[in-house]
């Protein structure tokens, strides 16, 4: 082979390179992927409209006792599956995750046998009463900071005042809840 048929080889291989890299530069600059600042995927998600006007606060949750005469213990026990992925509501049934519920309105707090509280909660000295039940329902971490527990809370009144209620009745000694006709305003004559 002379050096004229080695010098054709060589310039179709460069020129097949050029062609080729000419062929790449005009294609990223056609095609540019867009990278963007924050890496993954955004979801839309549509905000909720608040209610009232801005700067106004929101509207406070109706009266616990007014929620609870007309919270239904059906309704409770179906939201209660929300939580029986880490508790119990049996009597005598095991401690899960969190401890067992049954009898948790007028128990002490952190006082479930054979359960590890957080020093948060062991910190609590009183008794569960409906409304601290319904604070804590409402933002476990807002009324005790520093739980365990990492449920973010019910914001809806009703279905706690639906849970409080089925809560209620796993007792012994189910505390009386206000009847609707109780709360009626006298007819005024």
């Known amino acids: 082979m002379d050096s004229f048929e080695f010098n ?5 291989i460069l020129g097949t390179c050029l062609v080729l890299l000419t062929l790449n530069i005009a294609a990223n600059a056609l095609y540019s992927p867009h990278k963007p600042a924050k890496p993954g ?9 608040a209610a009232g006007k801005p700067g106004e ?25 929300k939580c029986a992925a880490c508790h119990t509501f049996e009597k005598g049934g095991r401690n899960l995750v969190g401890p067992n519920l049954w009898g948790i ?8 046998q054979g359960f590890n509280y957080s020093a948060a909660m062991k910190g609590q000295k009183s008794n569960w009463t409906l409304d601290d039940l319904d604070a804590y329902l409402k933002n476990p971490r807002g ?20 849970l409080l209620a089925f809560l209620n009745a796993k007792s012994d ?14 007819p005024t004559r």
């Open 8 to 12: 054709k080889i060589l310039g179709a």
């Open 41 to 49: 995927y955004e979801i839309a998600v549509q905000a909720p409209e």
């Open 57 to 81: 606060p929101a509207a406070a949750d109706e009266p616990l006792p007014k929620r609870l005469a007309s919270a239904d213990v059906g309704r409770g026990e179906a939201s209660a599956k």
């Open 105 to 112: 309105v007028g128990r002490a707090k952190a006082s479930e």
């Open 143 to 162: 009324m005790v900071p520093g739980t365990n527990m990492t449920f973010a809370g019910i914001p809806r009144a009703s279905e706690r005042a639906d």
């Open 173 to 186: 000694k189910p505390a009386p809840l206000p009847k609707a006709a109780e709360l009626a305003p006298a």
